[in-house]
């Protein structure tokens, strides 16, 4: 099993920036692909973006495009999230999920993923 526990989030006024970490342990070899994804209240879980694992490729949501940049730490075992100008359209809670595979679609399936986070709160205000 994979492990994962997100850390950053939190409340920020519109324009503003906020890093996401997502730490993994455990059986963290078997992790080919992290993916960041968000659920805003009253809204289905979205994609944001995507990361290989060993190779770095990365797959954004058209909606972040720009403002986040998603970045890794092998030796840490870390994955981030950096979200600039951020608007209140990106309020959700966030979580980090790793998959052993990625099918396509820019590993944009959810239930690709195995294992989960438990989510962090980010909040803008306008």
């Known amino acids: 099993q994979v492990q994962l526990v997100e850390s950053g989030g939190g409340l920020v006024q519109a324009g503003g920036s906020l890093r996401l970490s997502c730490a993994a342990s455990?059986?963290?070899?078997?992790?080919?692909?992290m993916g960041w994804f968000r659920r805003a209240p009253g809204k289905e879980r979205e994609f944001v973006v995507a990361i290989h694992w060993t190779g770095g490729n990365t797959y954004y949501a058209d909606s972040v495009k720009g403002r986040f940049t998603i970045s890794r730490d092998n030796a840490k075992n870390t994955m981030y999230l950096q979200m600039n100008s951020l608007k209140p359209e990106d309020t959700a809670v966030y979580y980090c999920a790793t998959s052993s595979y990625c099918s396509g679609d820019g590993c944009s399936r959810a239930h690709e993923y195995v294992y989960w986070g438990q989510g962090t709160q980010v909040t803008v205000s306008s």
């Open positions: 455990g059986r963290t070899r078997s992790m080919y692909t």
